[in-house]
């Protein structure tokens, strides 16, 4: 059974720093990884999605890596800003792909506060 | 394009009633998924459709939940007799292999609570 996990849980910094978040992954049969944004009470925005056969993806500040034999992720977000502050989620769907490749399994999420 | 679409956002029931959610994939999206997720945990696998066929129902999907998407458009999710664990938000999102190679949108989701 997959499992995902993030660290870390929470993580407060203050504006303009660059930050990092991590999620692992117990099964590297994936075929793809995605990093969700959620804000309080509301649905997940997707970030970025990086393929089984990507090393990283990279969106504006946000920078994802990929390393699928080690079961690793990262999500780097340069120059932090206020509006940056909500739980990010990452993702991974199996291997199988197909139809299934929406059956994700989380992680827990990392809650980021960015203050002023 | 208006995005995955829930209704209610907001549900309160009292323990035994049963309640329905609805959810309006985008409308090229032939792929529909419901998931489940309690408050500090990440969402949890319900199960899926591809056009009106549900394809896919994790066991955590127990007899008293249950999922349709008649004509392959919007899809409901009943649950009957409901219990204070049921309480959660239920997330519908949807999918197509075209364009954004394998994105999944989501909605914003039906929050439950059940007193």
């Known amino acids: 059974k997959q499992e995902v996990t993030q660290i870390p849980a929470a993580l407060s910094v203050p504006e303009g720093e660059n930050l990092v978040l991590n999620c692992s992954f117990t099964?590297?049969?994936?075929?793809?990884l995605q990093w969700f944004r959620q804000d309080p009470g509301k649905g997940l925005t997707s970030l970025l999605l990086?393929?089984?056969?990507?090393r990283e993806q990279t969106s504006g500040r946000l920078n994802a890596s990929l390393d699928k034999s080690s079961g690793r992720s990262t999500l780097y977000i340069a120059a932090s800003q206020p509006g940056d502050s909500a739980t990010y989620l990452c993702a991974v769907s199996p291997e199988t792909g197909g139809t299934s490749y929406g059956k994700l399994t989380f992680g827990q999420g990392t809650i980021l506060t960015v203050h002023p | 394009d208006t995005g995955v679409s829930q209704d209610p956002r907001h549900k309160i029931t009292k323990r035994g009633q049963n309640v329905t959610f609805r959810c309006d994939p985008i409308?090229?999206?032939?792929?529909l998924y419901w998931y489940r997720q309690t408050l500090g945990q990440g969402p949890e696998f319900l199960t899926y459709f591809q056009n009106e066929a549900q394809l896919e129902k994790s066991r955590l999907l127990s007899d008293r939940f249950s999922a349709e998407r008649p004509k392959g458009s919007f899809s409901t999710l009943e649950i009957q007799r409901t219990e204070q664990g049921d309480s959660a938000m239920y997330l519908c999102?949807?999918?197509?292999?075209?364009?954004?190679?394998?994105?999944?949108?989501f909605g914003e989701g039906s929050w439950l609570t059940v007193v």
């Open positions: 099964d590297s049969a994936i075929y793809n």
């Open positions: 990086i393929q089984s056969s990507q």
């Open positions: 409308s090229e999206h032939n792929r």
């Open positions: 999102a949807s999918s197509s292999r075209t364009g954004e190679r394998n994105t999944i949108y």
